[in-house]
T-cell receptor
Framework: GENVEQHPSTLSVQEGDSAVIKCTYS??????FPWYKQELGKRPQLIID?????GEKKDQRIAVTLNKTAKHFSLHITETQPEDSAVYFC?????????????FGGGTRLMVKP | EPEVTQTPSHQVTQMGQEVILRCVPI?????FYWYRQILGQKVEFLVS????????KSEIFDDQFSVERPDGSNFTLKIRSTKLEDSAMYFC????????FGPGTRLLVL
């Protein structure tokens, strides 16, 4: 089955700096890669996703890049703010006939210092 | 904006007892999932459900677990005889295309 590795496990940045989180996946059939933000005790919330027919997607301060050949994808957050502090999970999904189960990475705890 | 809801938010139970966790999906969603997250760890897939049947399940989802959509609205996860290691946050997710997560049920088995 799919295996998703995520790095780093913790990331500390100064407010205003950029943060980059990287994930690799094992199944070349995976074609959907969402990123979730999880604040302490809360639900994972989708922040951005990318499908394998595009290489990059951007939404304001957040961008995701995908390299299908190398089987890795990255989350980029620019101009970080203290409210960006949370655990971020990447995930990968392999298509099947009835919905796509998500395989999650191990998470990155991002701390943005004011 | 519609959201997935889950009840209860917290459940404490004795080992060996049955628990039922409930989820109300977003109304036009067709795919339903249960995930669990042990404290401080990653989210793990349990089961997916589509067209009134299980479409995929993980090795975690053994015979002690079952899912159903009894009334066409609620989506439930039943654990027949809870074990200590079942203590976790259980998230329901529903999807039309993109998966949206509910707020979770924190299950504590004593």
């Amino acid at each position: 089955g799919e295996n998703v590795e995520q790095h780093p496990s913790t990331l500390s940045v100064q407010e205003g700096d950029s943060a980059v989180i990287k994930c690799t996946y094992s199944d070349s059939a995976s074609n959907y890669f969402p990123w979730y933000k999880q604040e302490l005790g809360k639900r994972p919330q989708l922040i951005i996703d990318i499908r394998s027919n595009v290489g990059e997607k951007k939404d304001q301060r957040i961008a995701v890049t995908l390299n299908k050949t190398a089987k890795h994808f990255s989350l980029h957050i620019t101009e970080t703010q203290p409210e960006d502090s949370a655990v971020y999970f990447c995930a990968a999904s392999t298509p099947n006939n009835a919905g796509n189960m998500l395989t999650f990475g191990g998470g990155t705890r991002l701390m943005v210092k004011p | 904006e519609p959201e997935v809801t889950q009840t209860p938010s917290h459940q404490v139970t004795q080992m060996g007892q049955e628990v039922i966790l409930r989820c109300v999906p977003i109304s036009n969603h067709l795919y339903f999932y249960w995930y669990r997250q042990i404290l401080g760890q990653k989210v793990e897939f349990l089961v997916s459900f589509y067209n009134n049947e299980i479409s995929e399940k993980s090795e975690i989802f053994d015979d002690q677990f079952s899912v159903e959509r009894p009334d066409g609205s609620n989506f439930t996860l039943k654990i027949r005889s809870t074990k200590l290691e079942d203590s976790a946050m259980y998230f329901c997710a529903t999807a039309f295309e993109t998966q949206y997560f509910g707020p979770g049920t924190r299950l504590l088995v004593l």
